[in-house]
């Protein structure tokens, strides 16, 4: 099962329900530190399926630094758990990447 499909425009196929999500991230075999962060992803998704804290806002909300959640991100990419996509703002200057929930079991 996909939890999302992006391409590179944003268009998504049918974004799951947060309770989906949560026991998907429930159901890992994983460090609990990169469940916690994974949960914390699940608490961002929109309706829309788009997920971009900043790292600024996950290392205070995790009470850990920011070198800390990207740590912990490239870990959850190598175990291809998440994706990360760069987000441009119209000016194309950069803002916080946006995040795909891999849940394929």
Sequence with gaps: MNCNIYTQTHNINQPLSIGTLIE?????????????????????????????????????????????VHRWLNELTAMNLVSRKSRYRGDGGRTSN????????
Excluded: N
Aim: with cysteine.
């Design 24 to 68: 998907w991230v429930k159901s890992l075999k994983i460090k609990a530190r990169l469940k916690l962060l994974l949960r914390h992803l699940v608490d961002r998704y929109g309706k829309d399926g788009l997920v971009f804290p900043s790292i600024r806002t996950l290392a205070g909300e995790l009470c850990v630094s920011m070198s800390t």
């Design 98 to 105: 946006y995040y795909v929930l891999v849940c394929d079991r």
